[in-house]
């Protein structure tokens, strides 16, 4: 039962142009979620939050919209550049003092220069 | 300031071996985690520890095992090794103190079991 799904496994941008990354979740409870980006043979790095008190939150280039009726996130990425090519997890988590996140199964970004 | 640290960077096993993998924190973090990340199945919890002193079972923790041997030391071993626990092991820690943060990722250990 994936609670947190990414449907894209793969995505292609140009250089400059905005990278748009998509997460789906099925549990109402998830109140906080997270972007994180990884690189080959490194461990994924955090990039971005939201909770769920929220709908938006911007950071730099990086902006995630959070739609709780839809139970959708996604994560912008403007303008995209050859460095942002890596896989993207977004994760989920409840209010529950367990510090546990679900995780997505990743979006592979590849912006082309 | 090395953040997490995990060893070894990568290990081959064969079925039934036994091994433990070393994650350190040096953030003073209260909480810390291990997961596995497998070609189309991202990053799964398979063990945690919320604080010194405790650990909780994750999404997949049949066959692990884990012990927390201090605030800034968290091992995962694997008792009787099998094919399907190839896979990249990631360990993580976070500050755990009531409110919501982020996680930081040690490197990895790639371990392949033949």
């Known amino acids: 039962d994936q609670q947190v799904k990414q449907n894209s496994p793969s995505l292609s941008v140009q250089e400059g142009r905005i990278s748009i990354l998509n997460c789906d979740y099925t549990n109402s409870m998830f109140d906080y979620f997270l972007w994180y980006k990884k690189y080959p043979a490194e461990g994924p790095t955090f990039l971005i939050s939201i909770s769920s008190i929220k709908d938006k939150n911007e950071d730099g280039r990086f902006t995630v919209f959070l739609n709780k009726s839809a139970k959708h996130l996604s994560l912008h990425i403007v303008p995209s550049q050859p460095g942002d090519s890596a896989v993207y997890f977004c994760?989920?988590?409840?209010?529950?003092?367990?510090?546990?996140?679900?995780f997505g199964t990743g979006t592979r970004l590849k912006v082309l220069a | 300031n090395a953040g997490v640290t995990q060893t070894p960077k990568f290990q081959v096993l064969k079925t039934g071996q036994s091994m433990t993998l070393q994650c350190a924190q040096d953030m003073n973090h209260n909480s810390m985690y291990w997961y596995r990340q497998d070609p189309g199945m991202g990053l799964r919890l398979i063990y945690y520890?919320?604080?010194?002193?405790?650990?909780d079972k994750g999404e997949v923790p049949n066959g692990y095992n884990v012990s927390r041997l201090n605030k800034r030391e968290f091992s995962l071993r694997l008792e009787s090794a099998a094919p399907s626990q190839t896979s990249v092991y990631f360990c993580?820690?976070?500050?755990?103190?009531?409110?919501?943060?982020?996680?930081?990722f040690g490197p990895g250990t790639r371990l392949t079991v033949l």
């Open positions: 993580a820690s976070s500050r755990g103190d009531g409110s919501y943060n982020e996680q930081f």
């Open positions: 994760a989920a988590s409840v209010t529950s003092g367990t510090y546990k996140y679900i």
């Open positions: 520890s919320a604080s010194e002193g405790t650990t």
